[in-house]
């Protein structure tokens, strides 16, 4: 979410992504082996994941909370954390300096702490500290950005940027896919990260599929000074516009400012990534702005709960699986008046 440069995003098949929704992680716990557990590879009816084990040290480290999302997900991962009696959470000071960020992760190793999640300012940057912390027998936990090996982290949370694009695709085409003569227009972020370049196509992909297409695109920087001019730019160029997708809500925030100024309110909008004032002017109905696709800022929360499974070799209750899955990609789902009550409580504030 923030503007620094992202591992590329190795895509799964869309229909395996989603082993945990947005905010909610399968509770409970499979014993260790199928003997325990009565056989059956270790699931059970009744488990008891959330009941206290061994106390674990888990450190976390992420970048500056400089974004709204960014800030959301420290808030959780410290919530998260909280709501477990055998944790002790040591969270460093967000960073966007990659070899602040390195120190930190090496004053974990030497402090041997139990686990690491660790979402990187720089995933490739990051890889060779996160190996030495396997090598040293400790498990790491990667969220959002992906390291450059695979045996930098025991498991990895994702969040789903071509999936946002296809979900708001998708909502645009159910709105309007009975006009084939529709304008939509398209908000992105920063164009130079990989994240940008899946949503956007993605969001393409689903237009296609209902015989639309983008007709007017412009590129802002994930701040509100940047949404507000990149959007004032687009209202400019396009005389009429039925829809807009715009990649994220914290830049939203300005992009909503120039429509007002611009005095346009003949489109409908679709945000992105989830903030809570988003959702409330999704509840007030009283601007453009009708729908926004969740990027979970919970994917630390996420983490800490992995992290705290891994520590005491437990596994989750819903798969027959005896072990914590290596990868894990959230859902993106569509927040609208009709559900925003589901979402709005585990929300960022922009």
Same mark, same amino acid.
């Given at each position: ?27 409970? &716990? ?9 056989? *059956? *590879? ?12 061994? !106390? ?66 720089? =995933? ?48 645009? &085409?159910?709105?309007? *896919? ?44 994930? !701040?509100?000074? =940047? =949404? ?43 945000? =992105? ?78």
């Amino acid at each position: 979410m923030s503007a620094t440069r992202q591992r590329p995003f190795r895509r799964l098949p869309y229909a395996t992504v989603a082993l945990l929704s947005a905010g909610v992680l399968v509770a409970g &716990c499979t014993s260790n082996t199928p003997e325990e557990s009565g056989g *059956g *590879g270790g699931n059970q009816a009744a488990s008891d994941n959330d009941e206290a084990g061994d !106390t674990v040290t888990i450190g976390f480290s992420a970048p500056a909370a400089d974004h709204g999302w960014m800030a959301g997900i420290t808030e959780a991962a410290r919530a998260e954390a909280e709501n477990y009696e055998d944790v002790e959470l040591v969270v460093a000071e967000g960073t966007n300096d990659v070899s602040t960020q390195i120190s930190q992760v090496e004053t974990f190793i030497n402090d041997g702490v139990d686990a690491i999640v660790l979402l990187p300012f720089d =995933g490739a940057a990051l890889t060779p500290v996160a190996l030495q912390a396997m090598e040293a027998g400790i498990p790491v936990i990667n969220v959002d950005r992906e390291f450059d090996s695979p045996f930098a982290a025991r498991a990895t949370v994702l969040g789903d940027n071509y999936g946002m694009g296809v979900s708001a695709g998708t909502y645009i &085409c159910e709105q309007l *896919g009975d006009n084939p003569d529709a304008v939509v227009a398209e908000i992105a972020g920063i164009d130079s990260l990989p994240l940008t370049q899946d949503r956007s196509q993605g969001f393409a992909d689903a237009l296609a599929d209902c015989g639309l297409n983008v007709d007017n695109r412009v590129a802002a920087d994930f !701040t509100v000074e =940047g =949404g507000e001019e990149a959007a004032a730019n687009l209202l400019q160029a396009a005389p009429q516009i039925d829809a807009i997708w715009n990649h994220d809500d914290d830049q939203g925030v300005g992009v909503l400012a120039a429509i007002q100024n611009a005095g346009r309110d003949e489109f409908f909008m679709v945000g =992105g990534a989830g903030s809570a004032n988003a959702m409330r002017a999704i509840q007030e109905g009283n601007s453009v702005l009708q729908a926004t696709v969740i990027y979970p800022h919970t994917q630390a929360a996420d983490g800490i709960k992995l992290a705290r499974l891994v520590a005491q070799d437990k596994a989750l209750s819903d798969l027959t699986e005896v072990e914590v899955p290596r990868q894990i990609v959230l859902n993106a789902p569509v927040v609208t008046a009709d559900n925003v009550d589901q979402y709005i409580d585990n929300a960022f504030e922009s």
